[in-house]
């Protein structure tokens, strides 16, 4: 068996540009190179359920945004199956048995886990549901023999919660699951992405987003509020690129032909980074410079989006079919994993054959 892909989002909001850099634009590539037998593609709604259980309205109406942005950035249903997670009951009846592989207080150790409490406080008010999300994850990811993962570096522990199940259960009832790597971002810069306000993470609930279905107006005024150097008051004073976020922006998404095509007076950024430091060059001139080169990425994300959303019953459609082939590929793995468990009764002759003989006289 070759290489299996599966990835995904919670659709609890437009996608962003932490979530293009981080992992879609990775997706796209791995898609159209052609390497992988298969690749999944999850919008995991019964995940964002776990901390939206009072505000279903909020999925329902996000679902869709996501799948507009899968297609835009340039997802193919031809080469993926794009899948809606609720949809596919066989990964509620998995994450049931794997619950009974993990320890509440392994549950509670989890980095992303703990991290996630903490930023939504939820030190009080902890959902079970919420807890054992990254069971569900590893649930999402062995169902359908994915081996390959592409995640943020903020992911690698859940990845890591689901190799430990797959051990577990092949030590208790035999191989029947692979054990997923993690793919990260070739770019130790894009794969966690700040906010426009200097915080150390882009965040749909910190409201600190460029999304990928942002007007042009609107990225621009992002762009123009971004966080600098705060040192930098006059255009003369010299100013710092660390932890500037128009220079880390600029890190990840310029290149030298937009210098060539936007600020031909520098070769690339190396020269322009120089210039800000040494003094002499403002904060608005960076920006504005930023401003094309995100266009440049986003405009096409943008024309692709409105084409999509021109035909709604279309995307559902493309959602259909992606969840009808998940669920196929999901019930065949089911059926392995309760035979392995001896759970399969009414397919399992030998034990209707055994009980007869038990009981015949």
Known sequence: MGDIILTGDRPTGRLHLGHYVGSLRNRVKMQNEGKYDKMYVMIADSQALTDNFDNPQKIRENLIEVALDYLSVGIDPSKVSIFIQSQVAELTELTFYFLNLVTLSRLERNPTVKSEIKLRNFETSLSAGFLIYPVSQAADILLFDANVVPVGEDQEPMLEQARELARSFNNIYGEVFVEPKAVLPESKMARRM????????????????????DDKNTVKKKVMSMYTDPDHINIDDPGKVEGNIVFTYLDVFSNDSHFEKYLPEYKNLDELKAHYQRGGLGDVKCKKFLIKVLEEELEPIRARRAEYEKDIEGVFDILRKGTADARSQGAKKLEKVKAAMGINYFEDSDLIKDLQNKYKD
């Open 194 to 213: 700040p906010g426009i306000d200097g915080a150390a993470k882009m965040s749909k609930s910190l409201g600190n987003a460029i999304y990928l279905a």
